[in-house]
């Protein structure tokens, strides 16, 4: 499969520049990194971004995370391997990256549920990840992005 076209962030370098200084941002949260790549992956998995799974499981394992972690963030809540601070940054994720399946997505349990595990710049770190996956995610699929890209 052949992109359709440059990916716009690239087309337009100020925007990448915007997003890299989100993720440096980002990166000083002070969320631990495996949390912030569950976190891109399932809302990836969910959009069905293929690039951005294919990234976002090659970024886990640079991070650290194991095989068995990654095979199961599909289906985290049905998995004993992950931590109750990791469970509520995966909900916060799906909640906010399904924002159309119904009429509040996150829900003040979800949200109360993240902030027990998650101080006000985790919380921030943690939405700007949701926020720039599924910014990618929109990109690359419109633009029909293949699985494995790599951009320049």
């Not at 890299?20 to 495996?34: F, L």
């Not at 998995?45 to 095989?67: F, H, L, M, W, Y």
């Not at 095979?71 to 909640?95: G, I, Y």
């Amino acid at each position: 499969m052949t992109a359709r076209m440059k990916n716009p962030a690239m087309v337009l370098p100020d925007a990448m520049t915007g997003i890299q200084n989100i993720y440096k941002a980002m990166h000083k949260g002070g969320v631990p990194e495996t949390t912030l790549e569950l976190v891109h992956l399932r809302a990836s998995q969910i959009n069905g971004c293929s690039p951005c799974v294919d990234a976002g499981v090659k970024s886990a394992r640079k991070a650290g995370e194991t095989e068995d972690r990654l095979l199961q963030v599909v289906a985290w809540r049905e998995s004993n391997l992950f931590t109750d601070s990791e469970r509520a940054a995966l909900a916060l994720a799906e909640a906010a990256t399904r924002l159309a399946d119904r009429p509040e997505a996150v829900t003040d349990e979800i949200w109360a549920e993240a902030a027990h595990y998650f101080d006000e710049q985790q919380l921030a770190a943690v939405i700007l990840m949701i926020g720039i996956t599924n910014l990618f995610n929109r990109l690359n699929t419109t633009i029909r992005e293949p699985a494995g890209a790599t951009w320049g």
